[in-house]
C-alpha cells in the first residue's frame, strides 16, 4: 500500500496544482468581463474528487483488496494517460482553461490540441481517471461508485458548459 498510497497522494498534489492553474485563469477570465455558469453543481464536483482519492485509500485497506498485477500496472498506465491528456487540454487551453465554467463572451472555440478530436476531452481524462486510479489496487466498489456518481455529474456540467459557450461564443 505504501506505493499506492504515494500514488494517491501524487494525484491529490496534481488537484492542488490544477486549482492554483484554475484560480489564476479565473482572476484572468474575470478580469475579461467572464462569467460564471454551474455555480450550484461546483461544490458537488469538488467533493466527488475528494471522496474519490479517500476512497482510493480506505477501500483497499478495509476491505482488504490485494495490489494484482495483471490489473494493477494497466490501470496505472490509464491514470499517467490520463494525467497528461488533463494536462494537454489545460495547456491548450491556456488561460481559458477552469475547474469552473467561466466564459468569456465573443471567444473563439478552441479547436486545437486534444479539442480537434472531442468536445470535452478533458473529461474523459477525468472519466478515466476515476474508474483507474482505485483498479490500480483492486478497489471495485471506489470506481464504480465514484464512475457512476461521475457519470451523472457530468451530464449536468456538459449541460451547463454547452449552453454557456452556445450562448457566449460565436460559431
Known amino acids: 500500500m505504501g506505493w499506492y498510497t504515494l500514488l494517491v497522494l501524487a494525484v491529490a498534489v496534481e488537484r492542488v496544482a490544477e486549482l492554483i492553474v484554475a484560480r489564476r485563469n479565473a482572476a484572468w477570465t474575470l478580469a475579461r468581463a467572464g462569467v460564471e455558469y454551474g455555480r450550484g453543481h461546483y461544490?458537488?464536483?469538488?467533493?466527488?474528487?475528494?471522496?474519490?482519492?479517500?476512497?482510493?485509500?480506505?477501500?483497499?485497506?478495509?476491505?482488504?483488496r490485494p495490489f494484482l498485477?495483471?490489473?494493477?500496472w494497466p490501470m496505472l498506465v490509464l491514470v499517467v494517460l490520463a494525467q497528461s491528456l488533463r494536462w494537454w487540454c489545460?495547456?491548450?487551453?491556456?488561460?481559458?482553461?477552469?475547474?469552473?465554467?467561466?466564459?468569456?463572451?465573443?471567444?473563439?472555440l478552441v479547436s486545437t490540441?486534444?479539442?480537434?478530436f472531442l468536445r470535452h476531452p478533458n473529461y474523459v481524462a477525468v472519466a478515466v481517471e476515476i474508474a483507474a486510479l482505485p483498479l490500480v489496487h483492486s478497489?471495485?466498489?471506489?470506481?464504480?461508485?465514484?464512475?457512476?456518481?461521475?457519470?451523472?455529474?457530468?451530464?449536468?456540467?456538459?449541460r451547463c458548459e454547452n449552453a454557456a459557450l452556445t450562448r457566449a461564443v460565436p460559431t
Open 43 to 64: 461544490p458537488v464536483m469538488v467533493a466527488l474528487h475528494m471522496g474519490l482519492l479517500v476512497s482510493c485509500l480506505l477501500e483497499p485497506v478495509i476491505a482488504y
Open 113 to 116: 490540441g486534444p479539442y480537434r
Open 90 to 108: 489545460i495547456t491548450t487551453l491556456g488561460p481559458y482553461w477552469n475547474t469552473r465554467v467561466i466564459v468569456v463572451a465573443g471567444a473563439s
Open 139 to 158: 478497489a471495485w466498489m471506489t470506481a464504480t461508485l465514484f464512475s457512476l456518481a461521475n457519470a451523472i455529474l457530468l451530464t449536468v456540467r456538459v
Open 69 to 72: 498485477p495483471v490489473l494493477g
